[in-house]
């Protein structure tokens, strides 16, 4: 079957690719913006894209078209997609139908730790044997793509609570019907789709409704808007974890103490496991914990997991060292929500406290560039010495103004050039430079690194 993907290079449409293709399906597709890891993955797999929406692209007449959700009406591929009568479904859609059904399917949900959690939980399972399918909205560095179809009954699968498609408003999660579900957090963002906490708050219920009573909830213990949910109706039994409250089912010990290096598993009171890693920060702990209680509904013992867990080379774009010049090491991470920010920062202060901490952020989310978070930014970004902003063009509010209570300690950009131009000029061996964005923020990264070892920063002062 020819299965032809609108929104390909997205991290969700290209891992239904890779699976689709991995299942015996011819894939094409097309996109905008195609860049680095996806575009790399695709590239791998042999599979062949189209730049943009062009019309032209259906004269194929593809079996079916796989709408991803950024395509609204409007678009000529739409248009012409609904003009010839083209039979077409939506990623979360197909992925139920064609791989989800008969397989037990684990689900990551929350505004944070989708990508690393389901990353860690994967990688348990696969450890332990169980040859897992997985769909991540990253690259987990212990795999070689962001999806697989895998040979076990497992699939593990980040659970988004974006809207399905043009067509279907729904969020995406409601479709897996998981018979493991971690509820990471639950936060106010997509901004562009929901009016406030409540609206996405009333989708989370909607995943819990779909979980059977023979199945598992891994719930946040520290999080209310998770306990204001499940108090709407539970039907499920459930776990806690937490890496600091003592009532939790699963805990962690002696975790900020090692910088998040080292922890103790704790299981209803008793220390079950030693997790020593190469991760760090508070919010990894968490995601850790979450993990090996999933793995445990799988019969995968804390101890199992946490020998997989000192193995885990984390995931692209999630803390990620893309290169060292100069002394100056420079990361880049998915960062986008204030929380995310805020808590990456301190994870990083905790690893590196003595080095000189630079922030450099593109405020390119929907929900950012509506201004929804912009009294928080400030707040977030305190944890660095020195603070770079992009100020992306049509931003709907006054960027310099939020950012005032920084001071002389921030500095905002209007281009790419300008940025790498003051960075080189600012930085000095030792600093420890964090790239923030949910995009490619125009190749940024690389860049940096190349004008850095091209003419070495002036020593600090």
């Not at 040859?131 to 697989?148: K, Q, T």
């Not at 909607?206 to 946040?220: H, I, K, M």
């Not at 992306?392 to 920084?406: F, N």
């Not at 930085?427 to 995009?439: F, P, R, T, Y």
């Amino acid at each position: 079957m020819h299965l032809h993907i609108l929104g390909i290079a997205g991290t969700f449409m290209g891992g239904i690719a890779a699976i689709a293709q991995a299942a015996g399906h011819r894939v094409t597709g097309s996109d905008l913006n195609v860049y680095p890891p996806m575009s790399d993955q695709l590239r791998a797999l042999g599979i062949d894209f189209v730049e943009g929406y062009a019309a032209a692209q259906l004269d194929a007449r593809p079996d079916v078209v796989i709408v991803g959700n950024a395509l609204s009406r409007g678009v000529p591929v739409i248009e012409a997609l609904l003009d010839r009568d083209l039979p077409y479904t939506s990623g979360p859609q197909w992925l139920a139908e064609h791989v989800l059904a008969g397989r037990h399917v684990l689900a990551v949900a929350g505004t944070h730790g989708k990508t690393t959690t389901s990353s860690m939980l994967a990688w348990i399972l696969e450890h332990a044997g169980q040859a897992p399918g997985f769909l991540i909205g990253g690259v987990p560095g212990n795999f070689d793509s962001s999806a697989r179809l895998g040979s076990g009954r497992p699939f593990v699968i980040e659970a988004d609570e974006y809207d399905t498609a043009f067509f279907d408003k729904r969020a995406k999660f409601v479709h897996y019907r998981p018979r493991t579900a971690i509820l990471n957090n639950l936060e106010f963002d997509h901004a562009d789709i929901y009016p406030d906490v409540a609206a996405i708050r009333r989708q989370f219920h909607q995943l819990v409704r779909t979980v059977p009573a023979s199945g598992r909830l891994v719930v946040n213990h520290d999080d209310a808007e998770l306990a204001a949910t499940l108090a709407e109706g539970c039907w499920t039994p459930r776990v806690s974890f937490s890496v600091s409250a003592s009532g939790a089912d699963y805990g962690a010990r002696g975790a900020q103490a090692s910088g998040y290096c080292r922890f103790t598993v704790v299981h209803g009171g008793r220390e079950v496991a030693e997790v020593s890693w190469s991760q760090f920060g508070r919010h990894n702990v968490a995601n850790a914990l979450a993990a090996i209680a999933a793995a445990q509904h799988l019969g995968v013992d804390a101890g199992a997991a946490a020998r997989a867990l000192g193995e885990f080379r984390g995931v692209k774009r999630r803390m990620e060292v893309r290169g060292v010049a100069r002394g100056i090491t420079v990361y880049d991470d998915f960062a986008h929500h204030p929380t995310a920010i805020e808590t990456t920062l301190e994870g990083l202060r905790r690893r590196k406290p003595g080095a000189r901490l630079i922030a450099v952020l593109e405020p390119r989310s929907n929900t950012m560039k509506l201004g929804v978070h912009r009294e928080e930014l400030a707040q977030a970004l305190k944890g660095a010495d020195r603070c770079y902003v992009f100020r992306p063009p049509q931003l709907g509010w006054d960027l310099t103004a939020t950012l005032a209570p920084l001071g002389e300690r921030v500095r905002i950009a209007t281009s790419i050039e300008e940025l790498v131009s003051v960075l080189v000029a600012e930085l000095a061996a030792g600093d420890e430079v964090l790239i923030m964005s949910n995009g490619g923020f125009g190749g940024l990264h690389e860049k940096l690194l190349t004008a850095l070892r091209t003419g070495a920063p002036p020593p600090r002062a």
